[in-house]
């Protein structure tokens, strides 16, 4: 049994080592909750949200600053290039591989973020999907240049409607890579993605942040807009002559690639920026929702969740 002292801070009478899992949608304040909750059990904060891996990107990925991270060591913000090849596979292996010593400090590890299936990975292990055959990969990007992201969409749902249900439908990289895997090796991505879990030697909980959802869209669009105002429109502009890389197919930057080329005004692509992101919060909910050993609660609810914590 984890006890919790007066002052609300973890005790350390527990022998095992525990992960503790921040997820939820976009903008509902996963980074500032895990941020406060690892001040008061003295632990470290692992990203689990794979657009804020690129150290290129910094304003339209909301990553933290270290004026918010406020003295509380961070992993997997800023450690890769744009130009880096990295997949969830590598995620759980250099995760798996930095938890022994992070666990040798503190017995609690916070994760916290946004993106599914990194979570996944390391909670519970993720198959060794095969390397994109080249030939395929490049008839992939020619459906989607010449027949659009609808095709590639139809083909995913044709061959496998469970992973269809979950990927975000707007990120042409998650598709190809589904379906490089789906064509490559007769089985859904899905089904393979849905092995036998890995025996883990740390105990996982998580807990979900939410908001009602006219909440969650007002936050969306508020910090959208801080993003304009910050210089959003200036990163992108410094990214265009790397457009094509994976690391930029990504809510934020992909809209406003269509105002720099003058198809749409700035602020139509503010508008589709919080179209985008309000339908990418969805898909998250939908992903996190299916995992019944979530505790649910609102970003307000921290004692709430030392509570939860200290009866384990």
Excluded at 26 to 42: E, R, S
Aim: aromatic fraction near 8%.
């Amino acid at each position: 049994m984890v006890t919790v002292s007066g002052h609300s801070e973890m005790s350390q009478h527990n022998s095992g080592n525990t992960l503790i899992v921040i997820e939820g949608p976009t903008a509902v304040g996963k980074t500032a909750f895990a941020i406060t909750l690892a001040k008061k059990l003295g632990a470290s904060v692992i990203s689990a949200d794979s657009r804020q891996f690129y150290r290129e990107l910094s304003i339209g990925t909301a990553r933290p600053s270290l004026e918010e991270m406020d003295g509380v060591t961070h992993y997997f913000l800023g450690h890769l290039s744009i130009h880096d090849y990295y997949n969830v596979s590598r995620f759980e292996q250099d995760v798996v591989a930095l938890l022994p010593s992070l666990f040798s400090d503190n017995q609690y590890v916070i994760m916290a973020g946004g993106s599914g299936l990194y979570i996944d990975a390391v909670c519970n292990g993720i198959d060794d999907f095969p390397d994109p055959d080249p030939e395929l990969r490049s008839y992939l990007k020619g459906l989607l240049r010449d027949e659009g992201l609808e095709k590639l969409r139809s083909l995913l749902l044709e061959h496998d409607p469970e992973y269809y249900r979950s990927v975000d439908l707007m990120n042409p990289v998650r598709l190809q890579r589904a379906l490089e895997v789906v064509l490559s090796t007769g089985k859904p991505f899905s089904a393979l993605r849905a092995g036998q879990p890995k025996i883990r030697d740390f105990k996982v909980v998580k807990i979900g942040l939410n908001l009602p959802r006219e909440v969650l869209f007002e936050r969306i669009a508020k910090r959208v807009d801080q993003m304009i105002d910050t210089g959003l429109p200036d990163e992108v502009r410094s990214m265009l002559p790397f457009r094509h890389l994976t690391a930029l197919n990504t809510v934020g930057y992909k809209e406003l690639f269509g105002y720099l080329d003058g198809n749409v005004t700035l602020n139509q692509a503010v508008e589709n920026i919080k179209t985008n992101t309000r339908r990418y919060a969805k898909r998250q909910l939908t992903w996190f929702k299916r995992d019944q050993e979530v505790k649910w609660l609102e970003p307000g609810q921290l004692s709430e969740a030392m509570q939860f914590l200290s009866g384990l």
